[in-house]
């Protein structure tokens, strides 16, 4: 977590461009998904009934009585439903914590990605580290506070972060462009491994975990299998994950994989 190489006037600018596109996108879903439909009557915005815990991006997860199965739920504003067909895709291994179970507050106006994305940046939030689910979801409230209220972005930076419980605390989740690298935002996706790893490396625990999500992110087809592996420092100038984290990521299969520095999406 750096404060200032992450970019907040691109984010405001690219979200209020990207509004009409989210209009068309929202359409199409409610147009195209053989879903049955359901509206939020608070904001009455088109959604779709997609089996329980599906919604990936889930404080949008709204009162199942909106829908006509006892086990579906509401996802809205277009949300592309993560498990509609069934069946988690090589994910079933991971512990995801939702946003509404880690306590999140609800993002502000959040540009859909284009994916799959070809790079993948980690990062270390410096912070202390954290062991279980309570500590952890506490953490990362921390972190979102501070993305919001201090930073002025309009969620938690991260598409996800990965705590020393080995579980995964869905930040903006694939489908929605970070605030996390600058000048890459919207091309990659980023890993966030809560504690700081200048001098020590994650638990084996915890890198296990980067692997099974690159592996979810893969047979999900959010993450191109050619995807390129990078740290933070890469692309910024911040030390960022810290040195016993880039260190160790340089043995990692794909690496660097694309041979160059990932794509910039500043134009
Ligand atoms: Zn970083």
């Known amino acids: 977590m750096q404060k200032l ?11 209020s461009m990207m509004l009409p596109l989210l209009i068309f996108v929202t359409l199409s879903a409610s147009a195209l ?15 779709q009934c997609v089996k329980k815990g599906c919604c990936n991006y889930d404080f949008q997860e709204t009162s199942s009585s909106l829908c006509n199965g006892a086990g579906e739920t509401c996802c809205y504003r277009g949300e592309k439903p993560s498990c509609s067909g069934g ?15 880690w306590g999140a507050r609800a993002g502000r106006g959040l540009s859909l990605m284009h ?10 939030t410096e912070s202390a580290e954290c062991h279980d689910k309570a500590s952890c979801s506490a953490r990362v409230r921390g972190f979102q506070d501070y993305h919001m209220d201090n930073n002025g972005w309009s969620d938690i930076g991260y598409n996800f972060l990965i705590g020393g419980d080995g579980r995964v605390y869905i930040g ?3 489908d929605h462009i970070g605030a996390h690298t600058y000048g890459y935002n919207s091309k990659a996706v980023a890993f966030s491994l809560i504690g700081s790893f200048m001098n020590k490396t994650p638990s084996s625990t915890m890198l296990n975990t980067v692997h099974k999500l690159l592996a979810c992110g ?3 087809g959010k993450i191109a299998s050619s995807y390129g592996l990078y740290g933070h420092r890469d692309v910024n100038s911040t030390d960022c994950p810290g040195d016993a984290l880039y260190n160790l990521l340089k043995g990692w299969s794909r690496w660097h994989a694309r041979g160059t520095l990932p794509r910039t999406s500043k134009k």
């Open 5 to 15: 190489n992450t970019d907040k006037g691109l984010t405001f600018t690219r979200e």
């Open 33 to 47: 998904g053989a879903d049955v439909g359901c509206s939020h009557t608070s904001k009455g915005q088109p959604g």
């Open 87 to 101: 069946g988690s895709g090589g994910c079933s291994d991971i512990e995801f914590v939702s946003r509404s179970s």
């Open 115 to 124: 994916t799959p994305v070809y790079d993948v940046f980690i990062h270390h």
């Open 172 to 174: 903006r989740d694939w």
């Open 218 to 220: 893969i047979s999900k």
